[in-house]
């Protein structure tokens, strides 16, 4: 019996009638359950029941969707039906039936007093006496597994089974209306939420919600009374659901009952009209488990359109694989209110694109693409219950703290790539979902603003210019004296600064400076040289300060980062103009990072360890150089005797020069020496191994190779000095011999020569194995050496070029 606020007179002879009404009414339901007991039992349709408990309902796992409920007092909701549920069913406890007796207490009506109304119309007067004279009444009819349509059920008694795991599939709801009133079946109407089907459409006028003969079970009903009517305008309708594994749950008089998104089966229902302003039955308690959540499917690099995901909460996307998401599709799912979600991309290249709606792509498809942040937001009826929360893992960043209603999660102005989404749909005014995981607490970032200025030697300061943007001149010769750097626009989300320091003339380094500060001299005419920047606090866990000098004699070198050096060092190069920018880690640049700074080192070995000294004042652990270049076969182009030529043509082309030239065509760019000095030029024919010298020596290998590139003649330098010029990145042309034979010196009157003489390109060295790597254009290709094997044949002669 239906929980009354208050007691009305007569109540208990209309109690005892009703429930001897139910008693007859439950007899036949048991006589009817038990004849149809063992055809129900064979049922083998997966999502059937049995009279315990069907396989579909009651042995699968329950999801894990985030429980949204919606109390008896939710807003009178919209007709829009939502898509249907497809997920498991809870086992977490068994079926209580806690009010099956329950009679509704209709009798206090009759008592009412009528005498205090006014009433100024004689057909409204006799439409109100027949009305409170003889009350309206509503009746529901319940299709039940195993037992088809059962007998109409009378108000405020039990249409369905309780304790026996039987599913509700229909029902067909009328009004018991007075004569004398206009009351129809028409002023109430009602919906079901079915298994695998979502919400149907409304009906009325005793048709069937749900189905039949599909043994699908019914999850959810909602009831109202047509907007109007002379019912609706008299009474209220009050309803409740008996759930599996949750029993009775609260009345109410709006809304739905029962539950989605979960498997659950409604296994009773209760019905009743109460007069408005009379005593109604308690709503304390849950009346509905909401189900209600946005479904997103997701455009993966390399992969496509993932599954849409059936749950709140779920990842779309990938984590961990560093796989951009480029598209994305969004709908509502087991909705029972109007309205729809839309989504709005923020896509590399393109920035905002406009809103999406009713599952339109947000984003694109076969470009290539990355998505870089989104907003989401929600219309109609379910902007006002309901608040989509959705957070983004974003490359870099991991997962970022939750947002909602159409502010914006993800990156934008930092290239960043957007990896997962996540979408919770929660009632308005709830708390934020789990920050599990979170790897951030913002949820938007923004590109993070860098501002700087130079001062030129004998200059006034410069205007601030910001973001990567040129501070200095070129081509002017005009060299700095000073430099500052700031953090520029909002710099709230991320705590840190940008820390710098000067190499001075004749100074070296000076202190780190920030926030503005000058960093350099000031009325001493020292031009600044060199450079370094890092970050601090947050900002350096996420972000790159990128910067880049122009130097007098060598212009823009490439891009440096986070505490390298950018400039020159122990050349006396003023830098002349300064850009400096402030990247997200991990992100994609076509930046040049190969040579920030040109930096004077030394080589020396140190017990067993090959250190590397820079006059910048680094020091580091030599690693293994390996220079590329395209290899030339001397012999098999023609020119035994051509191995100058050859070996500084593999020099050059490792440093990007000749590169479209061949070696024949080389070959007839070789100055020759007029007067047989092979120090002027070649001596001989490359082509033909005669009994005279055919050679060309280091002087003339110098000159030859500066019409192209930069070269040094390094004749007689120690062994620390050759590998010193690999370090710096300097293929060299080394005089050698024939397969590493043994030779010795000779001299003749243009100056030393050496037996089995042979010319070859140092391209590398391993200081871990103490081998060599070389060129060798007598057919023996591209090899390591081992030390002692190159140096027993250069040391005899040390003749070495540099190319650069």
């Known amino acids: 019996m239906p929980a009354l606020a208050a007691e009305s007179a007569g109540a208990s002879t209309a109690t005892e009638a009703a429930t001897a009404t139910q008693a007859a009414s439950s007899t036949e339901q048991t006589t009817a359950s038990s004849a149809t007991q063992q055809s129900d039992s064979q049922q083998t349709t997966a999502t059937s029941d049995t009279q315990t408990g069907e396989k579909s309902d009651a042995s699968a796992t329950a999801t894990t969707t985030p429980t949204t409920t919606v109390s008896a007092t939710t807003p009178t909701t919209g007709e829009t039906a939502g898509s249907g549920s497809t997920d498991a069913t809870s086992t977490t406890s068994t079926t209580q039936d806690t009010s099956s007796s329950a009679t509704a207490d209709t009798s206090s009506s009759a008592t009412a007093d009528t005498s205090s109304s006014t009433t100024t119309d004689s057909s409204s007067s006799s439409q109100t006496d027949a009305s409170q004279t003889h009350p309206a009444t509503i009746a529901t009819t319940a299709h039940v597994q195993g037992t088809g349509w059962q007998p109409e059920s009378a108000q405020g008694t039990v249409a369905g089974t309780t304790g026996q795991g039987k599913r509700l599939e229909a029902v067909k709801i009328s009004v018991k209306a007075p004569d004398g009133t206009t009351y129809a079946d028409s002023d109430v109407r009602y919906r079901a939420h079915v298994q695998n089907v979502g919400w149907q459409q409304w009906v009325s006028g005793g048709q069937v919600a749900g189905t039949t003969g599909r043994s699908l079970r019914l999850e959810a009903l909602q009831i109202e009374l047509r907007d109007g009517s002379d019912l609706a305008r008299d009474y209220e309708v009050w309803y409740r659901a008996h759930v599996q594994n949750v029993g009775w749950m609260a009345w109410t008089n709006q809304g739905p009952v029962g539950s989605t998104g979960r498997g659950l089966r409604l296994e009773a229902i209760e019905v009743m009209l ?250 001493q005419g020292l031009r600044l040289e060199a450079v370094q920047m890092r970050l601090t606090g947050e900002l350096a866990k996420y972000f790159d300060v990128y910067y880049q000098a122009h130097s007098s004699d060598y212009g823009w070198l490439d891009w440096a980062k986070d505490g390298q050096t950018a400039g020159t060092a122990g050349y006396a190069k003023a830098i002349e103009a300064l850009r400096v920018k402030l990247v997200l880690k991990g992100t994609d640049t076509t930046d040049r990072t190969t040579r920030p700074a040109v930096v004077k080192t030394s080589v020396r070995k140190d017990g067993n360890t090959w250190k590397v000294y820079g006059e910048d004042g680094s020091v580091y652990n030599l690693g293994t150089i390996a220079m590329n270049t395209r290899y030339i076969n001397q012999v098999s182009e023609g020119a035994i005797e051509g191995c100058e030529a050859a070996s500084l043509l593999m020099a050059l082309w490792s440093k990007g020069y000749l590169t479209n030239v061949s070696y024949k065509t080389f070959l007839t760019w070789m100055p020759y020496a007029s007067d047989g000095n092979p120090n002027h030029g070649f001596v001989g024919t490359p082509y033909v191994n005669g009994p005279q010298i055919d050679t060309m020596m280091m002087p003339a290998v110098t000159s030859w190779g500066a019409r192209y590139a930069h070269t040094k003649n390094m004749t007689g330098c120690s062994d620390e000095d050759l590998i010193n010029e690999l370090v710096q990145g300097h293929p060299v042309v080394v005089w050698t011999s024939v397969f590493f034979r043994p030779s010795k010196l000779v001299h003749y009157w243009w100056g030393n020569y050496k037996t089995q003489n042979h010319v070859m390109t140092l391209l590398g060295f391993n200081p871990h194995t103490n081998q060599f790597y070389v060129a060798d254009p007598y057919m023996a290709g591209k090899e390591w050496v081992s030390w002692n094997t190159f140096m027993q044949t250069w040391h005899v002669l040390r003749g070495a070029v540099s190319v650069w």
């Open 274 to 523: 109460v007069r408005r302003g009379e005593d109604h039955p308690t709503s304390d308690g849950t009346a509905f488990l909401d189900g209600t959540y946005v479904s997103i499917a997701g455009h993966v690099q390399n992969t496509g359109w993932t599954a849409a995901t059936s749950a709140n909460g779920q990842t779309v996307g990938t984590t961990g694989k560093g796989l951009r998401l480029e598209a994305l599709r969004a709908h509502v799912g087991n909705a029972y209110l109007s309205g729809d979600v839309q989504i709005q991309a923020h896509v590399q290249n393109q920035g905002w694109q406009g809103w999406t709606s009713g599952g339109g792509t947000a984003g694109t498809t076969g470009k290539g693409l990355r998505i870089e942040a989104v907003r989401i937001q929600l219309t109609g009826d379910l902007q006002q219950h309901y608040d989509v929360w959705y957070r983004a893992h974003v490359q870099t960043l991991g997962w970022m703290g939750w947002t909602k209603n159409g502010d914006v999660c993800g990156t934008t102005g930092l290239a960043g790539r957007m990896e997962g989404l996540q979408v919770v749909l929660t009632p308005k005014g709830a708390a934020a979902p789990s920050a599990a995981g979170q790897a951030v607490s913002f949820s938007h970032l923004d590109a993070q603003q860098v501002e700087y200025a130079v001062s030129p030697v004998n200059g006034q300061w410069e205007s601030n210019v910001q973001n990567g943007n040129l501070a200095g001149s070129t081509g002017q010769g005009k060299a700095l004296r000073a430099f500052r750097v700031q953090r520029a626009g909002d710099t709230s989300t991320l705590a840190g600064d940008v820390q710098y320091r000067a190499f001075v003339q004749n100074k070296r380094w000076l202190g780190w400076m920030s926030d503005d500060a000058e960093a350099g001299t000031s009325g």
